[in-house]
């Protein structure tokens, strides 16, 4: 990587490491950008380099912008947060570089908090540690009763540029779990976690790292780390936070308005035991691009591709970021899984967006409109509005995924990583009616409000689970010609009809000290399993100092 980066034309911009996609200055971009200071900031492609995060809070300072009192103390939080330490003009707390003394105080200050932080006098290389812990409660009540778990993990971050051009950037935590395991069980990242979920231990593990070579206009990049792909608000159709972290090369590049991401990446298929004790995985890898272009400050394009194979070596064909991935698998064989979309979102309209996509897993134009089961298409729409409510961003959103969608012919080239899929949560044969409100009482502060209202159809099964009659409302099941009808209508099969309302809230009472509540009700009705409700709650102290 570091030999790639001195090849390349270069500037030292420093801040070269990403911004992780949890990070809540996203939300503030997004809301900015539909304030009318941030035009150029995409939600399609993250995480951003800090330097870019860095460059829009610059922006919307200087935009001249009228931000409300909640808007400006976000914008003061940000400018302390990322341009100061650029500046390197930052007042900040390092507990292992300040005196003994000064430990209790300064932990309660106002101030941004590390464990150790070096910065060059020209600025072109650093280096940041920080500590990271938690503790969070959960339980669930239903017909059946309480259950409840508690779950503890400490761990560290660090994160780096040397010579203005080459980023980094780890994150690893340890954890342990005390309670109902199958209540935690029902947290996806533990439910794949090899050490707690496959091994039946009480801890679990997590890590992250990645290294980054950057220059003005690019930057390529190694590593395993949270990614999204897709301009949803509840959900991406590419890349979403269903996904489990997995390994990638990756490139981006921008352009004035134009902006293109590359990402191949390393998957785990369906995991097999041998001698039951040895887990196996059958290599398997995915591969996609995007650009996106601003069209007369106006509307902004979005195309993008994604191909899933597996079972042999990596294909060069798929490493080629600008190869034209549907005809590149029909020269290979037809046998890999590749989809194709397009989304549009508006620029022009203040305070308010309108943007959609549309992607094809597979597609027959003359069997359009009969419900044919190769027609496999994803439909999203929203509106995403920043001024109807002060201090509010309110979206609704509506996606339809078809019967059979992610699915594919041969074992093994689902639309998965680690048992679950790359994008969107919901299964085939289904859709979503999403609306949500988050407002900011101030940079401390903030409160979110979902409801979801999804539909499902399901697959008919005998008693040991085996598939009877399939509606494509299962990742893993396609079509079988000798048993299965090739008309799959939207939303045939047994019906699963639920209704989610959630309230999280989030104060950071303390700098670096955040304490986040998630309430969440659920009402089920199912033809199969019957109908149910329950409630959930989460109660989180996290440190990052």
């Known amino acids: 990587m570091l030999a790639i980066s001195l090849l390349l034309p270069q500037t030292l911009s420093a801040q070269a490491e990403h911004v992780e996609i949890t990070h809540p200055v996203y939300q503030f971009l997004n809301r900015m950008q539909l304030r009318g200071a941030a035009a150029d900031y995409s939600r399609a492609m993250l995480p951003l380099e800090r330097k870019r995060v860095t460059e829009f809070v610059r922006e919307i300072g200087e935009s001249g912008v009228a931000l409300s009192d909640a808007e400006r103390s976000l914008l003061v939080r940000y400018e302390d947060e990322f341009v100061a330490e650029d500046e390197g003009t930052q007042d900040a707390y390092s507990v292992f570089q300040s005196p003994a003394a000064d430990f209790p105080a300064e932990i309660f200050s106002k101030n941004e908090k590390y464990l150790y932080r070096w910065r060059s006098e020209d600025g072109a290389h650093r280096f940041n540690m920080e500590f990271l812990g938690s503790l969070e409660y959960r339980t669930l009540s239903d017909d059946d009763g309480a259950s409840n778990v508690t779950l503890a993990s400490i761990g560290g971050r660090f994160r780096g540029t040397m010579g203005g051009v080459v980023g980094f950037g780890l994150m690893a935590t340890n954890g342990m779990a005390s309670g109902d395991r199958a209540l935690a069980l029902n947290d996806a990242s533990l439910r794949r976690n090899f050490n707690f979920a496959d091994l039946d231990k009480d801890f679990f593990d997590f890590a992250e790292a990645y290294v980054t070579a950057s220059w003005d206009w690019g930057a390529v990049s190694l590593g395993r780390e949270k990614r999204l792909v897709g301009n949803g608000i509840s959900n991406q159709l590419l890349l979403s936070t269903n996904t489990q972290p997995f390994d990638a090369i990756g490139f981006s590049a921008q352009a004035g308005g134009v902006r293109f991401l590359f990402l191949h990446g390393f998957l785990l298929s369906e995991k097999q035991w041998i001698e039951q004790s040895h887990p196996y995985f059958d290599s398997k890898y995915v591969a996609m691009h995007r650009v996106e272009a601003d069209i007369a400050s106006a509307v902004r394009l979005g195309v993008y591709e994604a191909v899933v194979y597996s079972q042999r070596e990596v294909d060069p064909a798929y490493l080629n970021p600008i190869n ?29 967006q309108l943007y959609g996509s549309w992607l094809i897993d597979d597609v027959d134009f003359a069997r359009w409109g009969d419900s044919w089961w190769g ?35 041969l074992a093994g080239n689902q639309y998965t990583h680690n048992g679950d899929a790359l994008g969107l949560e919901l299964p085939p044969n289904s859709d979503e009616m999403y609306l949500g409100l988050r407002h900011w009482l101030n940079a401390d502060l903030w409160a979110q409000l979902e409801v979801h209202r999804r539909r499902h159809g399901r697959n008919e099964v005998d008693d040991e689970g085996n598939v009877v009659v399939n509606h494509g409302g299962d990742i893993y099941e396609s079509l079988l010609y000798e048993r299965d009808s090739d008309i799959a209508p939207f939303l045939d099969g047994p019906r699963d009809e639920s209704t989610i309302l959630s309230l999280t809230v989030r104060w950071e009472p303390v700098r670096n000290i955040i304490l986040r509540g998630l309430l969440r009700w659920r009402d089920l009705v199912s033809e199969t399993d019957g109908d149910r409700q329950d409630t959930y709650l989460s109660l989180l102290l996290s440190l990052e100092i």
Request: no cysteine.
């Open 324 to 352: 034209f991935y549907k005809s590149a698998e029909h020269a290979g064989g037809d046998r890999d899984n590749p989809m194709l979309g397009f989304d549009l979102a508006t620029l022009f309209i203040p305070g308010s």
């Open 375 to 409: 027609n496999k298409f994803i439909w999203q729409g929203g509106l995403l509005n920043s001024s109807l409510i002060p201090n509010t961003d309110l979206t609704l959103e509506y996606t339809r995924i078809e019967p059979y969608v992610y699915s594919h012919r």
